[in-house]
Structure formats: C-alpha cells, structure tokens
C-alpha cells in the first residue's frame, strides 16, 4: 500500500464526485492484502465503506445535490437484472461498479459513484459513524434477515469484530438473547455494553458455557464471523435442534462436515454476503436514533498501512476510519 497524488476524478453522467469525510476500515481490506480476495484489477483504491458530502454532480442526476451528506452503497447495482429485480441488488449480475472490488475506493480525498449508489445520511449522525455503518451495521442486518431470527431466540455472535457488535445491537432491537463470544475480554465487555445478556471466553470451550445458558437446548441460530476449522466446529457443536449456523466471516481454511450430525437434529446452514440498499438505508437511520452505535478512531490516509496492521493483530476494539 502506497499514498499517491493522482489526477482528482471527475463525474460522467449519472455520477456524482464525493469529498469523502470518513471511509471505514474493514477486514475485508486484509483479505484483499492476504490474497484470499482478489481486486478485478490493480492497482486499485480499497475502502468500500464511505460518508461524505457530494461536489459535484453529472449531467442527467436529480435526486442527488450538492452539499447533501450522503454514504455510498459499495456495490453499485443495476436494478435492472434478474439478481435486481428480485429485490436482491447486492447480488446484481450486471453492477455500474463495486466500490473497492472493482472500481476505486474510499481511502482517497475524493470518489467518484452513480448517483443511485447513495444513500442520504440522516441530519445528526456522525459522518464517521455514517461510513462504519456502511458494512458493519448493514451486514449485520442482512444476516439476521437471512436467518430468520424470531424474538426470543438463543442467538450466538461468534466474534465480536465491527460486525459481530452490530450483530449484538440488532439481534437485541428484533427481541433475540444475544451470546457473545470472543477471545478479548475488552470486546467482550464491550458486547456487554451493547446488549449481550451472555459473554463466553472464545479460548476456552465454547459449547459447554453455550448449552448452560441456553439450558442445554443449544442455540437456536449461531452466527460465524471468523471462519476458521476450529470455530467451525465449536460454532456447530453449539448449535441446538432445528438451529441454524450462518456463515458471514470467511478465511483459508477448509471445513469438514457430517451430513448425519445435522440431519438427525434438522440443523442448517446457510450464508449471508454484504447488503442491499435498503439495509443501508434502515442501519443509517438505526445509527441516527441511537439503536446503533459505533466506537470510532480516527486516523489520516497516511495512517492506512499502521492501522491494517493493527486490525490484524486484533488491537482495534470498535471500528477505525480514515479521513482525508
């Protein structure tokens, strides 16, 4: 990683310019650098989580002036598709761009988006806030959505990164019994605070604290933020009768499973990949009435390659962003 002057980039038609306030630091950047994802090409800006306020404007946009605070939604969708016209845009099989994975990011002074990639961020909420919100706040909601997650629910928040302590707050607001669990009692405590009526130290045995707070019954849904073999299978373990275990968080690792072991106690498992706009847009007004909530650092551009290092070594507890 690399800081560079660069010609500043100007609006096509349909694009509005942003002078980025704030773009969140993700641990999908530290997939990108590790070389589990790969960009469509490079050299590319990353940064897929963005606040700002609009510049300028290109020819043909209407519902989108300059001044207005906005944050962007990363993948930038057609609504034109099948994906689209299914209601499912962060799928999009045809997107106008993918913030970060396919078009330059938001760790820069100025991004260029369509203008039907942004999202108004409401009157009162931080635009640092507003950026984190962005991927960890609507990830958050797009998974509990996946899972189907009923009021009263033994949920499991298996890492409590950016997302997991999204996770706690949403689950709390849809009527679930959040159960954190993590290695670092700092974030423990912190998903305390948020609204975890259980934590579980994640270094330990994981299943045994789970099945006494669930009564032995086990959880009805486990959320699995790291993606390891190792928290595969204690995620798996922990899981009650008609449970499901949803995959958001990913790494290298292989994980081996028994058809029988979730046959028998009619288990699933399902999946959930980034958000829709409209998740965006419901997190950002969760974020303005205090439903939500981030703790920020703040750091510069030229901070980028000391804070990834950070974020790998597990000392950033809450979220960080750059600003310009």
């Known amino acids: 990683m690399v800081v560079e ?59 989108v002036a300059v001044g207005d605070r906005v944050a962007v ?14 209601g499912n845009d962060h799928l999009c099989d045809a997107p106008l761009g993918f913030l970060a994975f396919a078009s330059d990011g ?16 409401p009157d009162g909420l931080d ?13 958050a909601l797009h998974a509990v959505g996946v899972a189907g997650v009923r009021a009263g629910a033994d949920a499991v928040v298996y890492g409590t990164g950016g997302v997991g302590l999204a996770l706690v707050q949403v689950l709390r607001e849809a009527g679930a019994r959040p159960i954190a669990v993590a290695r ?9 605070e948020l609204g975890a009526e259980v934590t579980v130290d994640g270094s ?34 922990s899981l009650g009768k008609r449970g499901t275990l949803v995959y958001v968080g990913y790494s290298f690792d292989t994980v081996e499973i028994s058809p029988l072991s979730l046959v028998v106690p009619e288990q699933r498992i399902v999946t959930s990949v980034g958000n829709r706009r409209s ?40 979220r960080a962003v750059l600003r310009p």
Request: glycine share 10%; aromatic share 2%.
């Open 5 to 63: 002057d660069v010609p500043g980039p100007r609006p096509g038609p349909t694009e509005v310019l942003i002078d980025v306030a704030a773009a969140g630091v993700c641990g999908t950047e530290l997939h990108f650098l590790d070389g589990l994802l790969t960009p469509a090409r490079t050299p590319i800006t990353l940064g897929h989580e963005v606040a700002g306020v609009v510049a300028e404007v290109g020819d043909g946009v209407e519902d």
């Open 204 to 237: 330990g045995d994981v299943e045994a604290p789970i099945r006494e707070a669930t009564g032995g019954a086990g959880a009805d849904v486990v959320f699995e933020l790291v993606g390891t073999r190792e928290t595969s299978a204690a995620a798996l373990a």
């Open 73 to 86: 939604h990363y993948r930038h969708a057609c609504h034109r598709c099948r994906s689209c016209q299914a």
């Open 127 to 139: 635009l640092a806030v507003a950026a984190t919100l962005c991927c960890s706040g609507t990830t």
């Open 184 to 192: 670092d009692p700092q974030r423990l405590r912190l998903a305390r």
């Open 106 to 121: 938001g760790f820069a002074e100025q991004v260029v988006v369509p203008a039907s990639a942004v999202v108004r961020v």
């Open 279 to 318: 998740e965006l847009v419901e997190a950002l007004d969760l974020g303005a009435r205090g439903l939500l909530r981030t703790t920020v650092d703040e750091h510069f551009l030229d901070d980028a390659p000391r804070v990834l290092d950070e974020l790998r070594a597990g000392r950033i507890v809450g």
